[in-house]
């Protein structure tokens, strides 16, 4: 940890500390471990599904498009916070300049912005392969593609931007730089300053609110049709196979603004920190490591793009390929053999 010198005026008001877990200290590197290994498993699982996409031409469409960007995000979004997690870990509390503090708070807003706004279009791409079969590449053409995934980055950014940009006329507040959190939210934040926080505090909470209910309005809005679209098929396998095609989606919709609603929603002002910081893990470690999970696992397309990209990248007959296949691809079904090979 950074030490301070009690006579220098500018090292006390540039730099901040971070309690982080510093009630797990005596368990170790216990948690050192189990975070480290749920960061490893959360960037090569994204990094992965970037991978297959990348290399199958039958996933170049515009659902995998924006679970590519989608995949990136997730990997930008718990790299902006796990490096230095882990950090406080094995060295106990840590020091974090005002700058780095308020980029981090940047970073993490104008991410979770974004993933709003992603779970919105790819909602709406749901809504048009199902509700429009017909004129589906028509209407979510490669242009359409691009837009929406660059509107969803640019206003998550801009509007973070705009909140942060509010705190750069105010005063810190005198006295203790402590932040009882392992990373820097938006309510440890404005707690930092002090002067007229109020203008702060409510354009954030209406920027939030907006960036995050105008999405999910579209999303519910978007699979009302789809269900009223799916009971008219007359056929159950037909149904069955429209809703197979929006399960990820809704189960990473359900994970993300469930965990959300937790954390932002549900009271906890009487809370004990640890419990209050243990549940802003669900959505800023956890929520990241699950999402490739749900697409893999529930995606007969990316598992056999996963499959192919890891016969592609460990040579055949090796004893690590086959430790791969035992470990990582024992729960995808075997490829069918053309009826040419059969029998």
């Known amino acids: 940890m950074r030490k301070q010198s009690s006579g220098d005026s500018e090292n006390q008001t540039t730099w901040l500390i971070l309690v982080g877990f510093g009630e797990l200290q005596h368990l170790g590197f216990l948690p050192f471990t189990f975070f480290l290994a749920i960061y490893v498993v959360t960037v090569g699982g994204n990094a992965l599904i970037v ?80 509700c429009h079969p017909l004129r589906y590449r028509a209407l979510m053409s490669s242009w359409l593609c691009g837009c929406l995934a660059a509107g969803a980055w640019l206003s998550g950014f801009s509007f973070s931007a705009f909140t942060l940009a509010l705190a750069a006329p105010l005063p810190l507040c005198p006295g203790s730089r402590e932040i009882d959190h392992y990373f820097c939210d938006f309510a440890p934040v404005v707690g930092l300053f002090c002067g007229d926080v109020g203008v702060m505090w409510g354009a954030g909470v209406s920027i939030s609110g907006f960036l995050t209910l105008a999405p999910f309005l579209l999303i519910v809005a978007s699979y009302v049709f789809i269900l009223r679209t799916v009971l008219q098929i007359p056929s159950g396998h037909g149904r069955q196979k429209a809703f197979s095609t929006c399960s990820s989606h809704l189960s990473v919709v359900g994970v993300f603004y469930g965990t959300l609603i937790v954390v932002y929603v549900a009271p906890t002002d009487h809370m004990a920190p640890l419990l209050q910081k243990a549940f802003s893990v669900l959505y800023t470690v956890f929520t990241p490591m699950v999402n490739p999970i749900i697409y893999s696992l529930k995606n007969q397309e990316v598992k056999g793009a996963l499959q192919r990209l890891w016969g592609e990248l460990i040579p055949r007959h090796t004893p690590l390929r086959r430790i791969g296949q035992l470990l990582a691809f024992s729960w995808i079904p075997a490829q069918p053999l053309p009826q040419s090979l059969e029998g």
């Open 51 to 130: 991978l297959a996409v990348a290399s199958s031409r039958t996933l170049h469409t515009p659902m995998y498009f924006f679970l590519c960007h989608f995949s990136v995000l997730e990997i930008g979004y718990t790299s902006n916070i796990m490096p230095q997690l882990l950090w406080s870990f094995l060295e106990g509390r840590e020091a974090i300049s005002l700058v780095s503090c308020l980029v981090q708070f940047y970073m993490f807003a104008s991410l979770a912005a974004v993933e709003c706004l992603l779970l919105s279009a790819m909602s709406y791409d749901r809504y048009l392969a199902i």
